[in-house]
């Protein structure tokens, strides 16, 4: 009998270890479910989970590896398409999902960002987006990231693509469907909360971007559309699977998070060497909790008291990300606060300028508020850098172009997922 969906997505039955991960079901009750979407898919388990379930349906254990291999590393869309596998098998296994999914449309920035809408299986759609950088003396412009990466995948010609090499592929992830949070600022708070991602449909991202661009991923950050901590299972689940899995090293990789009270701590138990990241985006409480109305349950002073015990727990500083907004948090004074809260802490402070939305009418500082608001930071010895968001002219904040996507070519959801 299968475990009916929960509304966030997750079967009644899972049962996790440490880091979120569900045994897979045998065969037999795989072959039970008439219906395709209701199998859980294989993405996202590890080799010892494959090779398990390759064993279960009376398979040596070698298999497991191949079909390891074959998930992750020759990125196959369906099992039928293994070749290594004995074919009266492969057969018998066309039904079982490997959980990708599909891409929904695709848009490149002049600086080489490129932006996803993935397609899942039960038609919901996603944000990813993918930031390549470049060697720092090159002297090519961002826009030649792209026809490198083409000509890498045999979409052009080699001798088209310019000389120059990407250093890093930043993959920024979705952890679910809208987001609950609804931030006054954000596009995607705008949206409301459909449902949490499963483990395989934010592992599946990386390996979109990574099969796009024709080279490794290198870094990952959770900052796209969702609150990854109210996911945490799945998020530690794909974490486990993008580490050991795809081979992205855990210090690669950081988990932004609102702040859900009690969770930082849940996440700093599973010692992980990966970055925390919390959206602070204001320097006291009641300028945070009029821009993220969830703060209103989470005072300012108990999110850094839980965000120190995280750093003395795993020995990890935290990122503190903060939007700047003109003439709303961006002012001397709110720098020197901002300092005060943050004195004797082992962090770094990411200031963002914020990229307008149609939705609200907040507007992106001008550049020497900016940097009048890092140099009274620098003064007080807080570590800050300015980070300016990637991809501006192709609906660049995190769930513009799902929303301007899908107001234009609305996607039918299927019923029984
Ligand atoms: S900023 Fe992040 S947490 Fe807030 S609504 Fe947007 S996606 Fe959710």
């Not at 120059?164 to 409301?192: E, Y």
């Not at 006291?284 to 703060?295: G, V």
Request: proline letters at 6%.
């Amino acid at each position: 009998m299968v475990a009916p969906l929960s509304t966030d997505g997750s079967r009644a039955s899972d049962s996790h270890t440490p880091l979120g991960l569900s045994p897979l079901p045998a065969f037999s009750s795989l072959t039970d479910r008439p219906i395709r979407c209701h199998i859980p898919p294989l993405l996202g388990a590890s080799v010892e989970e494959l090779t398990q379930w390759v064993q279960a349906q009376q398979q040596p254990a070698y298999r497991g590896k191949q079909l390891h291999q074959w998930i992750y590393q020759q990125g196959v869309r369906s099992l039928s398409d293994i070749s290594v596998f004995p074919k009266s098998w492969r057969e018998s296994l066309a039904e079982v999902p490997v959980g990708r999914s599909n891409l929904h449309y695709r848009t490149q920035a002049p600086d080489g960002t490129v932006k996803y809408l993935l397609r899942l299986a039960d038609g919901q759609i996603v944000e990813t987006v993918g930031i390549p950088s470049f060697e720092a003396n090159s002297k090519a412009d961002w826009g030649a990231a792209l026809p490198v990466a083409r000509a890498a995948t045999g979409q052009l010609a080699e001798s088209d693509a310019p000389a120059v090499d990407i250093q890093r592929l930043t993959v920024c992830v979705s952890s679910q469907v809208g987001c609950p949070m609804a931030c006054d600022f954000c596009a995607t708070g705008k949206g409301g909360f459909q449902r949490n991602l499963q483990r395989h449909e934010i592992v599946d991202q990386v390996l979109t971007v990574q099969e796009d661009f024709g080279r490794r991923v290198s870094n990952i950050v959770f900052m796209g559309m969702g609150e990854p901590l109210l996911n945490i299972d799945n998020v530690l689940g794909s974490v486990r699977s993008l580490n050991q899995d795809i081979g992205i090293g855990q210090r690669g990789i950081t988990i932004s998070t609102v702040g859900i009270p009690g969770h930082i701590q849940r996440l700093a138990e599973h010692r992980l060497q990966v970055t925390l990241a919390v959206s602070l985006h204001a320097s006291n409480q009641a300028l945070r909790q009029q821009l993220i109305p969830s703060a209103r349950q989470y005072p300012l002073s108990d999110l850094l008291q839980e965000c120190r015990d995280y750093v003395q727990i795993t020995g990890r500083r935290v990122t503190f990300e903060y939007i700047l907004l003109s003439g709303l948090n961006d002012s001397p004074e709110q720098a020197e606060e901002l300092a005060n809260q943050l004195r004797g802490f082992q962090s770094h402070v990411n200031l963002i300028p914020y990229n307008p939305i149609s939705e609200v009418d907040y507007q992106r500082p001008d550049p020497r508020r900016v940097q009048s608001f890092v140099k009274t930071l620098q003064k007080r010895k807080i570590a800050v850098s300015v980070r300016y968001s990637r991809g501006l002219e192709a609906d660049a904040a995190c769930g513009q172009l799902r929303a301007s996507q899908i107001s234009q070519n609305p996607v039918p959801l299927m019923r029984d997922c």
